[in-house]
Every structure is written in structure tokens, then in C-alpha cells.
């Protein structure tokens, strides 16, 4: 059985739909944020000593990192499904998007969680200086580097409904996280071409049935 470590409303949620997608049967394992500091609890310390969620397990393996998941659950489960055929245009596309979506756009929207959250972590007297290194930090560096990234995901979609080709694959799955957090924190889905896409995913069947088994997602 695979088991998914899986923390609300995080990138964990790619893990539950990709399963889906994939018709395998799963357990799941939840774990909710603090809501006083929006981490994840103590209890995710046991499965990964980065106390981080995604983790799978399976085949007496554990595996972290969403996109070694994905690149995992492919190999061991996909029988070619969900990627495009090797040595395509397609399938380097494919492997430039998987890694993209962590490795490059998750950055800035890191990043503007972080100086987000900067004005009401510090001690009150020192709020006011706070919230204006946030918002310096937002408007003359992180804004304008997730302006790019938003304006280059709107022009590759121009070639394709999906970021690897004209087939929906794992792919499309990694980079669902990036796009709806943009979305909701700056401003993406003012964009026709995004929206279109956020649109698609969140009608998939499997994408629902995700959602059902993960419980509450606030970027749906």
C-alpha cells in the first residue's frame, strides 16, 4: 500500500491528485499546520527529519522531495502514462517543467510568503521598520521577478494548452502548486491564459477526488 504523508494546503496535494490520475490505491496520513505559525507540527519530524510534507512510502522505501515523488511514482507505477514518449521534444519539455516548478518558481513566492509574514513576527515596537523593508522588499525585488515568471508561464501556454505538449501529464500536476499560489498571492489569475489553465485542472475528475481525500485546500 502507498502511504502519503500529507500536510494541508502544501505541495502534498500534487502527490493525491497524481495518484489519482494514476487510479492507484493510497493511504493517507494527515497533518495539520499550526495556525498560530502556519508550520507544519513536531509529528512530521518522525518521517522525515526536515519535518516536511510531501513523503511517501511504499515498497518498503520512503520518499521525499514532490518531484522525486512524482519522477517515483512514474517509474514504479506509470507504465508510460502521464509523460510523453522518451527522446521527443515533448519529454525534455516534460523534465524541464518537473524540476522547474520547484527548483525556479517557487522562489519568489517563497520569498514573498516570508517578507509577508516579516511585519507581525517582530516585536511590536519594531513593526513599523518591518513593514517597510516588506514592502520595499516586494516592490523592487520580488514583484518584478514573479512578474516574469507569471508573464513567461502566460506565453508558453500560448504553445500549448499544457506546459509539455497538447497532453495533459505529470507536468501539469507539478506545476498546479506554483500557479495557484500566484494566483492568490500575486495576481496571476488576471491572466487569461493561466486562468484557462487553473480552469482545466480544477474540472479534472481526478483533481476532485484528490481534493476529497486531502481534505480542505485553500488554492482551489
Known amino acids: 500500500m502507498i502511504v502519503v504523508h500529507h500536510l494541508n494546503d502544501s505541495r502534498s496535494q500534487r502527490v493525491l ?3 489519482e490520475e494514476l487510479g492507484l490505491e493510497y ?3 494527515r497533518y495539520q499546520r499550526d495556525r498560530a505559525t502556519m508550520l507544519a507540527p513536531a509529528a512530521l519530524k518522525a518521517v522525515h527529519p526536515l519535518g516536511k510534507s510531501p513523503v511517501v512510502e511504499a515498497q518498503g522505501v520512503r520518499v521525499a522531495e514532490t518531484g522525486a515523488i512524482v519522477e517515483w511514482l512514474l517509474e514504479s507505477y506509470g507504465q508510460g502514462r502521464l509523460r510523453p514518449a522518451r527522446g521527443t521534444e515533448d519529454a525534455r519539455r516534460f523534465t524541464y517543467w518537473l524540476h522547474y ?3 525556479s518558481a517557487m ?3 517563497l520569498l514573498r510568503l516570508i517578507f509577508g509574514e516579516l511585519p507581525r513576527r517582530v516585536p511590536f515596537l519594531v513593526r513599523p521598520i518591518a513593514k517597510g523593508i516588506s514592502k520595499a522588499m516586494n516592490a523592487r525585488m520580488i514583484q518584478p521577478q514573479l ?3 507569471i508573464g513567461y508561464w502566460e506565453t508558453e501556454l500560448a504553445r500549448s494548452d499544457w506546459f509539455a505538449g497538447d497532453q495533459f501529464t505529470a507536468a501539469d500536476i507539478m506545476m498546479s502548486f506554483p500557479l495557484e499560489a500566484a494566483s492568490a498571492r500575486a495576481g496571476a489569475a488576471s491572466r487569461p ?3 484557462a489553465f487553473l480552469d482545466r485542472i480544477h474540472a479534472r475528475p481526478a483533481y476532485r477526488r484528490a481534493l476529497e481525500r486531502g481534505g480542505p485546500y ?3
Open 107 to 109: 522562489t519568489p513566492l
Open 147 to 149: 512578474d516574469a515568471h
Open 218 to 220: 485553500a488554492y482551489a
Open 101 to 103: 516548478a520547484e527548483g
Open 27 to 29: 493511504e493517507v496520513k
Open 17 to 19: 491528485w497524481l495518484l
Open 193 to 195: 491564459r493561466i486562468k
